[in-house]
């Protein structure tokens, strides 16, 4: 099989179509100062990105869902800039950047999308050769929960009134979804009808969110919402919900993969561990040789039971 030949389809779904990294808060500090006092989370976002680049795809996107920074301090935004640009050079990926809470509009205009330092809303348009990406922007100046304003909204109204030949993805920092941790349900994204009566009847096929620092999904007026969680720090689930806090493990991304008909959202661990080394490039291309009938006896046939007294 040579490189320049199609994959063989091994099961009954083609190749995805679109392929997209899918990071989310941070949270990096001037000079990297340790967040809390506690958190590298400039060491932990190159630990991120080393894994990014292990992956061995070149994606059609890496997406940031917001609290890029913790503070919206200058620095921060270009220290990101240093440690994501290069690995999205190599790839040959765009950068999605979307604003969080944590974030100030006119330093995340200035220092890390080079625009003219308002308040404006960060908004923006990715086609990503059919799939359209929709960067919304839930910040609410000096404060932590989330909002969509009136402009947003019409202006996704327009955008959506034209349908994307492999539909819609949209992105935000809150999302608009419960949480069983009441610090979260206090910082939630108000006002959420507003938000589903723009989506009503149009393309968007997945909502793309952070904010929470874990990783969780639900639907939303019937869109299904991924969240993923943070590069920074995790929230240690396994205590009661009123007792949740951060821990320095746990960081992970996910790979967005689109198809025709789905969208799947896998987590993928930031860390280093002992792996086997059962399969390989060689047994997928020699799998590949096989028919469909020779592949399934080869892999999935289960060995004789043996009798026993």
Known sequence: MSAASEPV??????????????????????GNTPLGGRYDTEANLLRTLEAVERLG?????I???????DLGEPDAYRRLRAAVEPVAKRLGAPIVWVAGNHDERTSLRRDLLDLEPTEEPVIGVWDLGGLRVIALDSSVPGWHHGDLDAGQLAWLRETLATPAPLGTLIALHHPPLPSHVPLFDILELRDQGRLADAIAGTDVRGILAGHLHYSTSGMFAGIPVSVAAATCYTMNLQRP???????DAGQSF???HVYDDTITHSVVPVVEAPTGDFFSEEWVAHMASLTAEARLEAFSRKPPRLDRD
């Open 9 to 30: 389809q091994f099961g009954q779904h083609r190749p995805a179509r679109r392929t997209i990294v899918h990071l989310s808060d941070t949270h990096l500090l001037d």
């Open 57 to 61: 795809v070149r994606p059609d996107a």
């Open 63 to 69: 997406l940031f869902t917001g609290d890029l920074t």
């Open 241 to 247: 919900p009123s007792q949740v806090n951060g821990m």
């Open 254 to 256: 996910h790979l967005v």
